[in-house]
């Protein structure tokens, strides 16, 4: 069955970096779309970032532009989220999720959760 | 940028009853970029619709979607006790790519 796994989350302090990754298994990585989407605290759902098929094309929320890169090694099957310059406002569980069409998220992991506090 | 914008932002209803979500756009959507979500509390969110009316994998018929443009509608006819959750919807933009969430809907338990 489908498996997408994150981990990597914990407690940063502010201006640190961090890395999540998400472990895939019961699909056919290299042909979905993966995201990130990360959910503070009692707040709704906020997309992060995505990575097309191949790695080329990435894109990012508006929030986290220039302090996050999205990556993939589809030869591990394995999708990656590099945080620097972390913030108070970065707090929140992450999820990965995975897009066969690229528009709407088919499957998700069951979070990461990342706080960033001093 | 598209905002999302669902009402009402509780629902207090019975099992047995028909819910009604709404999702508005600040402008015009493509049908076959736009979803339903469910999430449970401690839950990561689950596809229920995609392309506004089709229902994913394992959601059961009493779930559907509709709508086209800016406006969106999630019907769940006959609440089974499991139904109650938080709702959520979503919209993809190709130019440049990106993703919006409305501010989701509570539906709970009267």
């Known amino acids: 069955q489908v498996q997408l796994v994150e981990s990597g989350g914990g407690v940063v302090q502010p201006g640190r970096s961090l890395r999540l990754s998400c472990a895939a298994s019961g699909f056919t990585f290299s042909t979905y779309v993966m995201d990130w989407v990360r959910q503070a605290p009692g707040k709704g759902l906020e997309w992060v970032a995505v990575i097309w098929y191949d790695g080329d094309n990435k894109y990012y929320g508006d929030s986290v532009r220039g302090r996050f890169t999205i990556s993939r090694d589809n030869s591990k099957n394995t999708l990656y989220l590099q945080m620097n310059s972390l913030r108070a406002e970065d707090t929140a569980v992450y999820y990965c999720?995975?897009?066969?069409?690229?528009?709407?998220?088919?499957?998700w992991g069951q979070g990461s959760l990342v706080t960033v506090s001093s | 940028e598209i905002v999302l914008t669902q009402s009402p932002g509780t629902l207090s209803l019975s099992p047995g009853e028909r819910a009604t979500l709404s999702c508005r756009a600040s402008?015009?959507?493509?049908?076959?970029?736009f979803g339903w979500y469910q999430q449970k509390p401690g839950q990561a969110p689950r596809l229920l619709i995609y392309?506004?009316?089709s229902r994913a994998t394992g959601v059961p018929d009493r779930f559907s979607g509709s709508g086209s443009g800016t406006d969106f509608t999630l019907t769940i006819t006959r609440l089974e006790p499991e139904d109650f959750a938080v709702y959520y919807c979503?919209?993809?933009?190709?130019?440049?790519?990106?993703?919006?969430f409305g501010q989701g809907t509570k539906l709970e338990i009267k």
């Open positions: 402008q015009s959507v493509r049908s076959s970029y």
């Open positions: 999720a995975a897009s066969e069409g690229g528009s709407t998220f088919d499957f």
């Open positions: 392309d506004a009316s």
């Open positions: 979503q919209q993809y933009g190709d130019s440049p790519p990106r993703y919006t």
